[in-house]
């Protein structure tokens, strides 16, 4: 029977031990003519949240490992020792432990483990059950870990919120929420600043004709790092960003050519495939112009009509581009290329769409009206 119990200041922690040699079978950690308890591990796994209740013994930095075995008829053979590290970096990961036994007498045994430390939780395991014993206070130990740990933000922040759900009641585990809590807020600020910095300056470098997609993804990278991070040292910044890309759009919607209603367009309507994309294309009439519909851009331009001018790359082997002005600033949204030697390559750069598809022309489809096309194209004008 256990004849002294006592509970160390440490909230959470119990350290059960006698003064005498136990009277109770089980497993028990010796230290300076004391005996400290083990008791029974009834978890399927290791880890921060699965520490409730776990007993210990303050095994000294310079003293051995020495485990106090009281079962009858007690064979070596018949258990297993291990220990698992209150670092808890792998939670799978024990280490089998080969103690040397020496026999007592009445059914005792002392067990020396060369291979353990005080920075370990205790494992025996036999037919009886598995019980454990951490050889250091838990709590102190994971503060001193997740203290000083080179651990990423994020993990120490889970680590810290599973070692409450073992020792809720712990304030130094709380401040240290707390403190990983900003880290990991500032770690994700950063993070998602680094974004918006390679955004930027890949809209300042960008043509004109590509700069409004750089302008969709700056304003929804800011918008989230805004209500994310609104208290963070580049918040302001993100403010005058914001600022200067709606004075660039307003300069870029003065600088639209002046809207120029066609006249007609011809029957013919030419329909081009690929990847998933649809092109439509009617030729103005009295104009080398042409109107263009692209479905499938997954953007705002999807299914709307532009003007186009055809603008020659080699008018004797016939290589052009169709060109909007209408488009961002400017955008080659259908590209005919020939070799010379008779290979003919057909692309298009969806508006708004950086990557170019290849598409054929399509003659079995049935394609809707160039009258569709134009009544469209007049209708977006004058909403």
Known sequence: MISTVAALSVVGTIALSTTTAPETMGYYVAQEDTYYASTPYKKLEFGFDK???LSYAPVKDDSPIVLHVFKQDWEPAQSVFYAMDLDIVHHDFGHRLSPSVRPLGDDRYELTFADANNKQVLFAQDASGLFAISLTEP???????????????HVALANVK?????????????????FWQKQY???????????IQAEWELYQSAEQSSKAMHTANLRHELGFFLAAHKDADEASRGEEILVMLDAAEKA??????????????SELVELYQGHGIIL??????????????????????????YRHTRVWQNES?????????????????FIVENDGWGGVSIRSYPPGVEQSVNVYKDIKTESETSQSLLDDYISQHSA
Request: aromatic share 6%; glycine share 8%.
């Open 51 to 53: 520490l409730k209740d």
């Open 162 to 178: 599973d070692a409450l759900k073992s020792y809720p009641d712990s304030k130094e585990l709380q401040e240290l929420l707390e």
């Open 280 to 305: 439509t294309i009617a030729k103005i009439t009295g104009s080398d112009d042409v109107l263009i519909r692209v479905k499938g851009a997954g953007n705002d331009h999807d299914g709307k009509v």
């Open 139 to 153: 709590v102190a130990r994971i503060i001193d870990v997740l203290t000083n740990t080179e651990r990423e933000p």
């Open 252 to 265: 870029r919607s003065a600088a639209k050519p002046v809207f120029q209603k066609p006249a007609g367009v």
């Open 317 to 333: 082997n016939g290589s052009f581009t169709y060109r909007s002005e209408e488009i961002d600033g400017g955008w080659n949204t």
């Open 185 to 195: 807020a500032s770690a994700a600020a950063a993070k998602s600043w680094a974004k």
